[in-house]
């Protein structure tokens, strides 16, 4: 089977698996942890080198503040967890604007090799397709239009080309996830909402991609 | 039941077409503009404002020259067909290159008026995302960071935030169609190829697209 190198994972539905549980809104947030983790742990198992998390966007704290408060802990709480693992974590996201957890600024700085290193893992933090182009826009970028390193000018260079996204919770859109890095991936859609991961979903969504034909849009 | 101002096609699948047809791949383009023109009447009928076909990209020109010269015909004669109905039609694309077809610069100029006008129709020729996003490293866009009017500054600053993207042919992917403009976009896969399109194809599209809860990310 062709495995993807990089995977982006959208855990879209804690929301609306709140409410179905009979919870308020913003409960939900806590119970994509464990399928986070639990998804980590199969992309290492099947020799995935890069998995892409989309934890919260500058779109998303456009929320009630509750809400934001909840998604903001269980993004920390995430990446904590994460850091106990083998992994090389960075966050990425604007860390400039005072939403940015405090406590995960240390993340940002450049990647950090955790346990033993190996599968490098982004969360996106306080991301924004809007404020990762913009850096394009920089004086100091001026003319290297001729050297077509657009990927390398971005916010979100350290994030290399995405392979396949699975997004969770039945939407098929992107909602601003990392607009270049997606521009050939394979988008793979599970219907369930995030909370109620189950490893099947990988293994189909793994399935899938490695019958789709790769032309890098050639 | 709720209309998308603005959609975009991805017309997948002439190549599989001529050769489940028996012919030779690069025959199958010209069985794309009857669909193509049939959309077109769909769209007008129905409202739409603005729709965006994905004519050829800079990415295709790596194809085998057969192929490179029977879908830039086609998309000349697309672009011919549609320049006959009501429309404010503009093309797209690099058209400093070589391979850009003579006969469109006419189209590329400004957004021409075409019969009693209309409907916005974009078509993209010789498109890449590359091409698109690098006109935001240009010197005369420097320090405009503040503005947030990014959108503006690519090459296809014509062409407004996309609400449906309908790829035929089966795949789900972006393969680098307008990555700014798709960043919220609902995205409706039909598994049909394109010259196989039908009327049901577009209803179908359109009845699943007024089911989806529009959030532009918040």
């Known amino acids: 089977m062709r495995i993807p190198n990089h995977i982006g994972i959208i855990p879209d539905g804690n929301r609306r698996w709140a409410k179905k549980a009979g919870m308020s809104k913003e409960k939900g947030y806590d119970y994509g942890l464990k399928p986070g983790l639990e998804l980590f742990k199969l992309c290492r198992e099947f020799g995935i080198k890069e998995i892409t998390y989309y934890g919260f966007t500058t779109d998303n704290t456009k929320r009630p503040a509750v809400q934001i408060e909840a998604f903001k802990k269980a993004c920390v709480d995430a990446v904590k967890m994460l850091s106990r693992e083998d992994a090389e974590l960075l966050v990425i996201g604007n860390h400039e604007s005072p939403i940015f957890p405090e406590e995960l600024k240390p993340y940002t700085i450049r990647r950090r090799k955790f346990g033993n290193g190996g599968i490098k893992v982004n969360f996106l933090v306080n991301y924004g397709w809007h404020w990762d182009l913009n850096n394009l826009l920089k004086s100091e970028n001026n003319d290297r239009v001729s050297k077509k390193n657009l990927m ?67």
Do not use: E, M
């Open 152 to 218: 390398n000018l971005l916010c979100s260079c350290d994030i290399s080309r995405i392979d396949l996204i699975i997004r969770w919770g039945g939407r098929r859109r992107l909602s601003g996830f990392l607009p270049v890095q997606s521009v050939y991936s394979d988008f793979y859609v599970v219907d369930d909402l995030w909370p109620d991961f189950k490893p099947n979903h990988f293994y189909d969504a793994l399935k899938w991609y490695s019958k789709q034909d790769i032309t890098l849009g050639g």
